[in-house]
């Protein structure tokens, strides 16, 4: 089992041969996180990128849409929660919004005085 470091042009890439990416369950163009320990010792893991799909019908009740962002979760006991990522009002629109209710607020306290 060998690994070979290559340069090319401005990029670096690591070389294994086919037993060792058999072993290490790799196959050609997997992502990897790569740490580098004292010594030079690399630890390589295989980013493990999972697909899950839903039917129209529990995303309509889980008011998703496609290409909604979601924020995945796995529990100890392997439970999985997905919360979806939504904008919220930017900065702007809240002190617009609290401007306007502040005006509403003072006409309302002249005409009851």
Not at 73 to 87: E, F, K, M, S
Not at 95 to 108: C, E, G, H, N, P
Request: proline residues 4%.
């Amino acid at each position: 089992m060998t690994g070979l470091l290559n340069k090319v042009e401005n990029t670096q890439s690591i070389v294994f041969d086919a037993l060792l990416m058999e072993l290490a369950q790799m196959k050609e163009g997997d992502e990897m996180d790569v740490e580098i320990y004292e010594g030079g010792t690399l630890m390589l893991r295989p980013i493990r990128r999972r697909e899950i799909f839903f039917d129209p019908v529990l995303m309509k009740m889980a008011d998703l849409q496609t290409g909604d962002e979601l924020d995945v979760d796995v529990d100890d006991a392997g439970t999985l929660t997905l919360t979806p990522i939504r904008q919220g009002p930017s900065y702007v629109e809240v002190l617009q919004v609290i401007r306007s209710t502040m005006k509403d607020y003072a006409q309302t306290m002249k005409q009851l005085a």
